[in-house]
């Protein structure tokens, strides 16, 4: 069944990679899971999904993308549940033209998201299971949210168009680059780099 399937964890995994790409719809990503991934579908239309597992060593890749590009689609009917495995260190890359994207990082070892698309709205949780994260955002989005652990260290650099950006507890370091005030201090460290044209920018601390 392309619309749900599931990758099985094995012990010598110790790097994962995602790399997905779609066109629309309702993401979401927050709990943990006993195989590597599941990937499940609900709603009104469910587009099929391919997807390829590279394994080389101790890492894994898994690459997914639509087999079509039912675009038409009412796009809030389609929703999309991904489950990771928290025992390796994941590298997540999302490429879409999404409505919402809604990504609860924080119960995995996170070492670098990357965000392309014209989505509607992201909203991005960031743990500190991982030391130094490195996030990058290219986005036309009107909504971007990030919610970051107020013990970690951020560095922000931002080529934006903003409207309402919200960074509270951030100094400025030079044009479009911010650290908060507990940047070299801190064990755990997390470089943004956001290249957006976005109404709403905000990062929450909590």
């Not at 006993?34 to 997807?51: E, H, K, P, V, W």
Request: hydrophobic share 35%; with cysteine; glycine share 6%.
């Amino acid at each position: 069944d392309e619309h749900n399937f599931t990758v099985p964890y094995a012990d010598s995994i110790q790097n994962a990679t995602l790399e997905m790409d779609a066109a629309a719809g309702n993401f979401s990503l927050s709990d943990t899971s006993s195989d590597l991934l599941t990937f499940s579908q609900a709603g009104t239309y469910r587009n099929l999904y391919q997807y390829n597992v590279y394994r080389s060593n101790d890492d894994v890749t898994i690459k997914i993308s639509e087999r079509n590009g039912h675009v038409f689609y009412n796009k809030n009917n389609k929703r999309v549940v991904i489950r990771l495995s928290d025992k390796p260190v994941w590298d997540i890359s999302l490429d879409a033209g999404a409505s919402s994207v809604n990504y609860d990082l924080s119960k995995f070892k996170v070492r670098k998201v990357s965000l392309d698309g014209g989505a509607g709205s992201f909203k991005i949780t960031l743990g500190d299971k991982y030391p130094d994260v490195k996030i990058d955002i290219n986005a036309g989005a009107s909504s971007l949210t990030l919610r970051v652990p107020k013990n970690t260290g951020c560095d922000l650099e931002i080529t934006a168009v903003l409207s309402g950006k919200h960074l509270p507890g951030f100094q400025k370091v030079s044009s479009g680059h911010y650290q908060t005030e507990n940047y070299d201090t801190a064990k755990n460290k997390i470089h943004l780099n956001v290249d957006a044209a976005v109404s709403s920018f905000r990062i929450i601390h909590y």
